[in-house]
């Protein structure tokens, strides 16, 4: 064999055994160590609406497929998500008595359809039930209460809600609470107010993440600075690749990270490509102006929000006011975040049943593309187990210790 031809097949051989040469390969195609390593990790996904869709009219039902939507046992068994977060959310213009009642509506929805399952998913409070879950071979299911106005102004309920198997909060949603500025509001106080500040304490002596997806940044950087424990952004991206406040900016991604917190990667198509925003934002006037035109259509009836918004996303791109997105902008936003603060720091929350997912991504049984395309980038296995759920582990371990000390000080 001649050198020059040695030399060439060696360098081919070696860009295959280390994934460098996957062009070759299609997109959607998910090699046996994806697989292997996407199906032997924890799948964690901090943010999906699915919670909306137990009170469905038509009867949704979690254990069987659907042909809507995005979430449900045998789409996620087919997507190896095996823990799940399923989001507590209400108009954010409900406050008081009544938020409270519709949180615990939803409290109680997921715990009761959850419960009809027992063999395929369980509830989980803790880091160790997830552990625990896991190798039962079963999902576990937590809960994040989506925007503070459902504590109805009551710091007690953040024990209640706790109690209840609550592990995150989300400061505010798309509207100020009486406590906390939101990003798609106008300003009203500065950031959080000081009792803002003690339902954040109150959050860590109760063990529960502190969630900065969606508040303003000044709202971020006085949670940041008053909580003991990390925070997570449960369903943001980065505003680098696309210029939405509901995105994290770069220092604002350094800063969460520093004090251990991760950022949980949003697949909304939105807050991932620069393009779809634009032309989004001028197509239906922004994201809280479409929820008040969807308001006046639906009313307080949720599973006409996400029909009718489906619907209007659906017409707009037929008419070529909105561009395609592909799920390949998740993976350029999970890059960018990876590369400034590191794999630790970096998570997923997709959004599913929530918002309009790219192509490519419509619901959880894609997940092990996720796995294939960081191999393909040249992820090392121990970092992709890491944002893949590893580090939504971590920062409950660490919110679960946190929660420990404060208490053995009272």
Known sequence: MRPARAIFLFAVFFLLATNVFV?????????????????SSFVIDTHDDTTQRFFSKSGFDLGKRSAEGSI???????????????????????MGPPAIQKALDQIDAVRENVGKYPNEIVMARTA??????????????????????????DIRMVRIFSDLGVRYMTLSHFYNDEWADSSTDKPAHNGLTDFGKEIVREMNRQGMLVDI???SDKTFYDALEVSKAPLIASHSSCRALCDHVRDMSDDMIKALAAKGGVIQINYEKSFIDQAYKEASSKATGGVVAMADQLKKICGDDEECFEREGAKLEKQLTAEGKLPHVTWERIIDHIDHAVKLVGADHVGLGSDFDGANMPEGMEDASKLPKITEALLRKGYSEADIRKILGENTLRVLEQAEKVSKELKSLQ
Do not use: C, T, Y
Request: aromatic share 6%; hydrophobic share 40%.
């Open 23 to 39: 062009r070759s390969v299609p997109a959607d195609d998910v090699s046996e160590r994806a697989h292997r390593l996407h199906f």
């Open 213 to 215: 997806s969606h508040v």
């Open 128 to 153: 160790e039930d997830i552990r625990r879950a896991h190798a039962q071979g079963k999902i576990a299911a937590l809960m994040g209460v989506e925007g503070g106005h459902m504590i109805g102004n």
């Open 72 to 94: 449900d046992i045998p789409r996620m068994r087919e997507g190896g998500m095996n823990g799940i977060f399923f989001s507590i959310w209400i108009d954010g213009r409900i």
